[in-house]
């Protein structure tokens, strides 16, 4: 029978992400399991190169093309690294998957949330993650741990209501995908979030 587990973590600049992410695959190695850690936007070559364009490019672009391109790449990263890794009995641990293009480009670029339904049944099919972390903070705890703390001016003002609604969107992912969506309170410290991963991972 093949077991391999298909793993995603999601959350805000600032939720631990990194952290958590580096964290769950040492646990995983320890326990003898063989994985693939992969990320999107990215993974692939080209994933890699759309990744680029996306976070770096400053132009902004119409939310469908947004989407567009990060279908784009989760196509291809799909193709050439997640389903053969599975195939293989490979675990997959990604670093962000399709819950953060509702998060994004629905909550918080107001794309139409069916536009997305779409594109996921298009390029998944019945792919899904097994269990997906999703650390949560509230968006002004997330800017204060990688910014420094001041006022924020008009700009971060509107960025905390783009953040605002990102978050209603993975909170709404959460509560439509209750087993599989785990959310994990990420304003507590790192020790009492192992404990709580521990047991998640123990079970799955
Ligand atoms: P990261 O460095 O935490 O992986 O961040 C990647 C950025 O890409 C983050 O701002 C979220 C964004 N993103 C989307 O907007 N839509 C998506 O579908 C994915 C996977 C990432």
Redesign the pocket.
Known sequence: MNTAKFITLEGM?GAG??THLDWIKSQLLLSGIDLVAT????GTPLGEAL?QL??ITEESRHPDT??LL?FAA?REHIAKVISPALLAGRWVLC????D??Y???AG?SSLQWSRIVQLENWVQGDLQPDLTFYFDVPPEVGRARTQQVREPDRFEREQAEFFARVRAAYLRRAQEFPSRIQVIDATRSISEIQIQLASILSNI
Do not use: S, W
């Open positions: 600049d992400k990194t990320r999107e936007p990215g990744r996306l976070l947004e989407a990060m989760r670093d962000r998957f399709t953060a293009t998060a994004y480009q918080g």
